[in-house]
């Protein structure tokens, strides 16, 4: 009598997602080339044989609807968890039970480049081996990892166990660290893969603006070879090009219990601002999101600067500090209004303006961290951050002040900006209309080479490094205009920007190339063109900030719970 054949174990892979990541929002929807990253994982699943199914797990909140939606668009199940958002554990073991799977591999919803036929090899190993409940690919010998991150392969009863077993947050909201922990209770089948999926490491998952700027980057470069968008092709590529890993090897890798602040940034922009003060802190944002892992949420009330945050990836509601907001657009209704409960850190960037008396009461007891400005308001700061040196001393508590040459903030194309030729007399950033008109006709009448930005234009950066004079109110650009050996001459709005620029040119030992008329300009063109100056060296002071922020502010965090619980793949 011959036995029956035993049933075959059934895999289905759970992606998991939600739209709201606090470093990258939406990034599932984020373009890597000429589709989204969700798009991309789901290609990828649909290239293995092993699956038998493709479910997106989410969490029941109203902003993970699109998910929804995108499941039933394009022929996968969605798994709609109605539990706490952040019991991942629970969701996905949940899930498991839900879909009857024998087998469960787990994709993060940030990795594009998560590979079919990798997932098949890591199945099959794990059915031939009935009693291990999970599968680990320990690095090799020589200290080359596998590229599986991303994907975890488990038994259905190490999930449920797992989950039993997770007792704290940080457990919970995590991919079954206990799983890792318990080595005698989920017994791990170790597995090598072939060659070609090994490397030295390297982070393939989107958390931050800098890993998508990654992706994109070998995504290009790829289709300009002719090859596509795959594991095996990505891993090719960066062995013949390792110089690529420096897109986002800054990029902090947040560790299981490791501390993070959620940090509110309101900055003042518009018309009547400028946007140097945006520029500068979006830069900063981005750098405490991807060197620090601490989420931040902008707060701004002006449709450009709102739009500019956006297009990097931040997280942007709508408010102002100390004034009333302007009226939300119905172009960004999407945004909400700010709520200051429930961050732990403000950061501000205003235009110095007085504020009124009561005007940190809404914020709550936040610390508070102010930049660029002495004002008396500022008294109630926790730490003032004033990069450069043109300020005037402060009377108030010097601990509390950080200011010199070394916290200059230069945003990162600038100091990435190749050297280029000179080609441009004059590049002009003046918001005045009335000022942008007397320089056109300026600049036809001497026949200077001029360029006219405007805010937030993305050919500044260019611009300025081509220019040999730049011309603006004193602000942010005149140490950029020096990184990219441009002469800053400034053309003050106030009594005050003049007396900052003075000694800003006394302390750096230029002379004083300050106009208070349009006439002066035509001399200070000439003499500048027969007698060019020799310019300072100005450094990225961007690493001290950053720095500083985490010595100031970060409570300390034990080094056993830095550690990473689950094995390194």
Same mark, same amino acid.
């Given at each position: 009598?011959?036995?029956?054949?035993?049933?075959?174990?059934?895999?289905?892979?759970?992606?998991?997602?939600?739209?709201?990541?606090?470093?990258?929002?939406?990034?599932?929807?984020?373009?890597?080339?000429?589709?989204?990253?969700?798009? %991309?994982?789901?290609?990828? =699943?649909?290239?293995?044989?092993?699956?038998?199914?493709?479910?997106?797990?989410?969490?029941?909140?109203?902003?993970? =609807?699109?998910?929804?939606?995108?499941?039933?668009?394009?022929?996968?199940?969605?798994?709609?968890?109605?539990?706490?958002?952040?019991?991942?554990?629970?969701?996905?073991?949940?899930?498991?039970?839900?879909?009857?799977?024998?087998?469960?591999?787990?994709?993060?919803?940030?990795?594009?480049?998560?590979?079919?036929?990798?997932?098949?090899?890591?199945?099959?190993?794990?059915?031939?081996?009935?009693?291990?409940?999970?599968?680990?690919?320990?690095?090799?010998?020589?200290?080359?990892?596998?590229?599986?991150?991303?994907?975890?392969?488990?038994?259905?009863?190490?999930?449920?166990?797992?989950?039993?077993?997770? !007792?704290?947050?940080?457990?919970?909201?995590?991919?079954?660290?206990?799983? #890792?922990?318990?080595?005698?209770?989920?017994?791990?089948?170790?597995?090598?893969?072939?060659?070609?999926?090994?490397?030295?490491?390297?982070?393939?998952?989107?958390?931050?603006?800098?890993?998508?700027?990654?992706?994109?980057?070998?995504?290009?470069?790829?289709?300009?070879?002719?090859?596509?968008?795959?594991?095996?092709?990505?891993?090719?590529?960066?062995?013949?090009?390792?110089?690529?890993?420096?897109?986002?090897?800054?990029?902090?890798?947040?560790?299981?219990?490791?501390?993070?602040?959620?940090?509110?940034?309101?900055?003042?922009?518009?018309?009547?601002?400028?946007?140097?003060?945006?520029?500068?802190?979006?830069?900063?944002?981005?750098?405490?999101?991807?060197?620090?892992?601490?989420?931040?949420?902008?707060?701004? !009330?002006?449709?450009?600067?709102?739009?500019?945050?956006?297009?990097?990836?931040?997280?942007?509601? %709508?408010?102002?500090?100390?004034?009333?907001?302007?009226?939300?657009?119905?172009?960004?209704?999407?945004?909400?209004?700010?709520? #200051?409960?429930?961050?732990?850190?403000?950061?501000?960037?205003?235009?110095?303006?007085?504020?009124?008396?009561? %005007?940190?009461?809404?914020?709550?007891?936040?610390?508070?961290?102010?930049? !660029?400005?002495?004002?008396? #308001?500022?008294?109630?700061? !926790?730490?003032?951050?004033?990069?450069?040196?043109?300020?005037?001393?402060?009377?108030?508590?010097?601990?509390?002040?950080?200011?010199?040459?070394?916290?200059?903030?230069?945003?990162?194309?600038?100091?990435?900006?190749?050297?280029?030729?000179?080609?441009?007399?004059?590049?002009?950033?003046?918001?005045?209309?009335?000022?942008?008109?007397?320089?056109?006709?300026?600049?036809?009448?001497?026949? #200077?080479?001029?360029?006219?930005?405007?805010?937030?234009?993305?050919?500044?950066?260019?611009?300025?490094?081509?220019?040999?004079?730049? =011309?603006?109110?004193?602000?942010?650009?005149?140490?950029?205009?020096?990184?990219?050996?441009?002469?800053?001459?400034?053309?003050?709005?106030?009594?005050?920007?003049?007396?900052?620029?003075?000694?800003?040119?006394?302390?750096?030992?230029?002379?004083?190339?300050?106009?208070?008329?349009?006439?002066?300009?035509?001399?200070?063109?000439?003499?500048?063109?027969?007698?060019?100056?020799?310019?300072?060296?100005?450094?990225?002071?961007?690493?001290?900030?950053?720095?500083?922020?985490?010595?100031?502010?970060?409570?300390?965090?034990?080094?056993?719970?830095?550690?990473?619980?689950?094995?390194?793949?």
């Amino acid at each position: 009598m011959t036995s029956e054949p035993s049933r075959r174990e059934t895999a289905v892979a759970f992606i998991v997602a939600r739209l709201n990541s606090s470093r990258l929002e939406a990034k599932q929807f984020r373009a890597i080339g000429d589709r989204s990253l969700l798009d %991309w994982i789901i290609e990828h =699943l649909r290239a293995s044989r092993e699956l038998s199914r493709i479910v997106l797990t989410t969490a029941a909140e109203p902003d993970n =609807l699109p998910l929804r939606d995108y499941a039933a668009e394009h022929g996968i199940d969605c798994f709609w968890y109605e539990g706490d958002p952040n019991h991942v554990t629970h969701r996905l073991s949940s899930a498991a039970q839900a879909y009857r799977a024998d087998i469960c591999v787990l994709i993060s919803g940030d990795c594009p480049l998560v590979d079919g036929p990798l997932v098949d090899l890591m199945i099959a190993a794990l059915r031939e081996t009935p009693r291990a409940q999970a599968v680990a690919v320990p690095p090799r010998a020589d200290g080359a990892v596998a590229y599986t991150e991303g994907i975890g392969v488990f038994r259905r009863r190490a999930w449920v166990e797992g989950d039993e077993l997770a !007792d704290r947050p940080e457990l919970k909201e995590n991919h079954f660290p206990t799983v #890792w922990q318990h080595p005698e209770r989920f017994p791990v089948l170790s597995l090598s893969l072939p060659e070609f999926y090994y490397g030295p490491h390297h982070r393939i998952s989107v958390d931050t603006p800098a890993d998508l700027d990654f992706m994109n980057s070998l995504y290009r470069l790829l289709v300009d070879q002719g090859l596509k968008f795959t594991l095996p092709n990505v891993l090719d590529l960066l062995r013949r090009q390792p110089e690529l890993c420096e897109i986002n090897r800054h990029v902090h890798q947040r560790r299981i219990g490791e501390t993070h602040l959620q940090v509110f940034y309101a900055v003042d922009c518009g018309p009547e601002y400028g946007y140097g003060h945006l520029m500068r802190s979006r830069e900063l944002g981005r750098r405490i999101v991807e060197q620090l892992s601490w989420p931040v949420t902008f707060v701004v !009330d002006d449709p450009r600067g709102a739009e500019l945050l956006l297009e990097q990836g931040g997280r942007v509601v %709508w408010g102002a500090v100390g004034r009333e907001p302007r009226p939300l657009p119905a172009s960004l209704s999407q945004l909400h209004s700010v709520h #200051w409960a429930g961050h732990d850190l403000l950061l501000l960037d205003l235009y110095p303006r007085p504020l009124p008396e009561n %005007w940190r009461t809404p914020l709550g007891t936040m610390p508070l961290v102010v930049l !660029d400005c002495l004002l008396p #308001w500022t008294d109630a700061a !926790d730490l003032i951050l004033v990069p450069g040196i043109a300020s005037a001393e402060s009377s108030g508590d010097s601990s509390r002040i950080l200011s010199g040459l070394e916290y200059t903030l230069l945003r990162r194309e600038v100091v990435e900006q190749p050297a280029t030729e000179k080609t441009l007399d004059l590049l002009a950033y003046l918001p005045e209309a009335n000022k942008r008109s007397i320089l056109l006709k300026l600049a036809e009448a001497y026949g #200077w080479n001029l360029r006219v930005a405007d805010g937030g234009s993305s050919h500044f950066v260019n611009d300025l490094a081509r220019a040999r004079v730049f =011309l603006g109110n004193f602000g942010v650009s005149v140490y950029e205009a020096l990184h990219l050996g441009a002469v800053p001459v400034v053309w003050p709005i106030s009594e005050r920007h003049a007396a900052e620029a003075r000694r800003f040119y006394s302390r750096l030992g230029l002379p004083e190339l300050l106009i208070d008329g349009v006439g002066e300009l035509p001399e200070v063109m000439r003499r500048l063109k027969h007698q060019p100056l020799s310019l300072p060296r100005v450094s990225d002071g961007t690493p001290a900030v950053l720095s500083a922020l985490r010595r100031r502010f970060l409570s300390s965090v034990e080094t056993s719970e830095n550690r990473e619980v689950s094995p390194r793949s």
